[in-house]
Nanobody
Framework: EVQLQAFGGGLVQPGGSLRLSCAAS????????IDWFRQAPGKEREGVLC???????YYADSVKGRFTISRDNRKNMVYLRMNSLKPEDTAVYHC????????????????WGQGTLVTVSS
């Protein structure tokens, strides 16, 4: 059974930082790109970062310079470090697996899991 579980969300003030983690199992982790996408109420789903199996990274313009993605292939884990958070970053963040990295509102995925809520508010 494929599982992708995101965790680490919470409430953070504008300008603050947060790190999300994603635990993956049930598929050949090394062969897949891992994405983070977010879904905010009333907005389109947006792929914000992606890391390929060899570590190449892709960022949406909305998070470039503020968010970073990394992966540990030994532990089947992916991490999302978010700095300089803004209220518009408020969303449910999901991790997903895909054969090819894509970002943006047209990004597609083979597998994804339940997300974790990030709320940026004072």
């Amino acid at each position: 059974e494929v599982q992708l579980q995101a965790f680490g969300g919470g409430l953070v003030q504008p300008g603050g930082s947060l790190r999300l983690s994603c635990a993956a199992s049930g598929f050949s982790f090394d062969d897949y790109a891992i994405d983070w996408f977010r879904q905010a109420p009333g907005k389109e789903r947006e792929g914000v970062l992606c890391i390929s199996g060899d570590g190449t990274t892709y960022y949406a313009d909305s998070v470039k310079g503020r968010f970073t993605i990394s992966r540990d292939n030994r532990k089947n884990m992916v991490y999302l470090r978010m700095n300089s958070l803004k209220p518009e970053d408020t969303a449910v963040y999901h991790c997903a697996a895909a054969l090819v990295c894509t970002v943006g509102v047209t990004a597609t995925y083979n597998y994804w899991g339940q997300g974790t809520l990030v709320t940026v508010s004072s």
